[in-house]
């Protein structure tokens, strides 16, 4: 069993810049590759970034590139997602997730196993 909680969000201008950290706690972290999602009010949830075990490899959104940075520390147990640039269509509830281990892609929410309870991102313009 996994809990992930995430922190960091909150209420910031267009422009501004945030730092999401999701914690993990329940067994071995480093093993496995972490995402971030998001969900605004009616749409779907949708993927914003991932990052592998060693964190050598990392995917992004296309709405995001340039502007996001995933990180990883093991050692600490969690993801982190940087934020800059932030614009109005970044308001959502942002989510971390640890990828199940058999998953043969990053981008959906199916490859994805223990999700965090989200932390809610609101850009103002």
């Known amino acids: 069993q996994v809990q992930l909680v995430e922190s960091g969000g909150g209420l910031v201008q267009a422009g501004g810049s945030l730092r999401l950290a999701c914690a993990a706690s329940?067994?071995?972290?480093?093993?496995?590759?972490m995402g971030w999602f998001r969900q605004a009010p009616g749409k779907e949830r949708e993927f914003v970034a991932a990052?592998?075990?060693?964190?050598?490899?990392?995917y992004y959104a296309d709405s995001v590139k340039g502007r996001f940075t995933i990180s990883r520390d093991n050692a600490k147990n969690t993801v982190y997602l940087q934020m800059n640039s932030l614009k109005p269509e970044d308001t959502a509830v942002y989510y971390c997730?640890?990828?199940?281990?058999?998953?043969?892609?990053?981008?959906?929410?199916?490859?994805?196993?223990?999700w965090g309870q989200g932390t809610q991102v609101t850009v103002t313009s």
């Open positions: 997730a640890e990828r199940r281990y058999y998953s043969g892609t990053v981008y959906y929410v199916n490859d994805y196993g223990y």
């Open positions: 329940g067994r071995t972290f480093s093993s496995n590759t």
């Open positions: 990052i592998t075990w060693s964190g050598g490899t990392t």
